[in-house]
């Protein structure tokens, strides 16, 4: 199990260009595009979701990979969800490889998997840096694609920081030096969510701004997210 911490920004198009002179400017590691293609799942009752479970295989240069993310929190817009990921010889879901405490009673329930089945589907491309704040690790991701449910979808312009290795409080001041970046706005509405949302045969809304978690000097981090 992996513990994912991140914030997430909405980037408008036409500021994407000026977002990356300054990304590549951090003097981090750089890494080009790659496609990564996620199917989401989810039974016909939403069991998943009433769980607050989400199930999806991503398909990156051939290589798959399912995972399942479950219930966490979301504070100041900083997002913390435990997630289990299970590498996939084919894109075909096997449940029976993810581990028991995964479950809400302990043990897969036997019938789930002949239930769930695709939802909606996210396609975009993602550039990655790899920089060090204050001697922690962060990876931003610059995404841009599209999600799609049936013949509902909405772009995918997104800044993602997620906390490799290190303090939390490096993502938030990385964070609050890159907010003022012309363009950029604080979000926290999951790629998953949207997809939800257009899965509900809604169309594409407006995606509003969360604001900026700002931590007090001497507070630590959790009574700083406690504080949000």
């Known amino acids: 199990m992996a513990q994912e911490i991140e914030l997430k920004f909405i980037v408008n198009h036409s500021a994407v260009e000026a977002l990356r002179d300054h990304l590549n400017t951090l003097g981090g ?13 989810e039974t016909p009752d939403n069991w ?19 995972t399942m993310k479950v219930a966490g929190r979301v504070t100041g817009g900083l997002h ?62 610059l995404d841009q694609g599209e999600v799609k449910a049936g013949e509902f979808a909405e772009p995918i312009c997104e800044l993602e920081l997620e906390l490799l290795s290190g303090d939390t409080r490096a993502v938030l001041k990385l964070a609050n030096q890159l907010v003022s970046q ?11 969510a949207r997809g939800y949302h257009l899965a509900q045969g809604n169309p ?19 009574q700083g997210l406690e504080a949000a």
Request: hydrophobic residues 35%; negative net charge; aromatic residues 8%.
């Open 29 to 41: 590691e750089h890494h080009d595009p790659v496609q990564l293609l996620n199917i989401y799942y």
């Open 48 to 66: 998943l979701r009433g769980h607050d479970m989400g199930l999806r295989i991503r398909g990156e240069n051939g290589r798959y990979e399912m």
């Open 80 to 141: 913390q969800r435990p997630e289990y990921n299970v590498a996939l010889s084919e894109p075909t879901l096997d449940l029976a490889q993810l581990p028991t405490e995964v479950w809400p009673n302990g043990e897969l329930p036997a019938d789930l998997a002949s239930r769930v089945q695709p939802l909606f589907s996210t396609d975009f491309y993602r550039e990655k840096w790899l920089v060090a704040v204050d001697g922690s690790q962060i990876e931003i991701a």
């Open 182 to 192: 012309t363009g950029l706005r604080q979000g926290s509405l999951s790629k998953a």
């Open 204 to 222: 594409a809304r407006e995606i509003k701004p969360t604001t900026i978690l700002h931590v007090a000097a001497k507070a630590d981090v959790e």
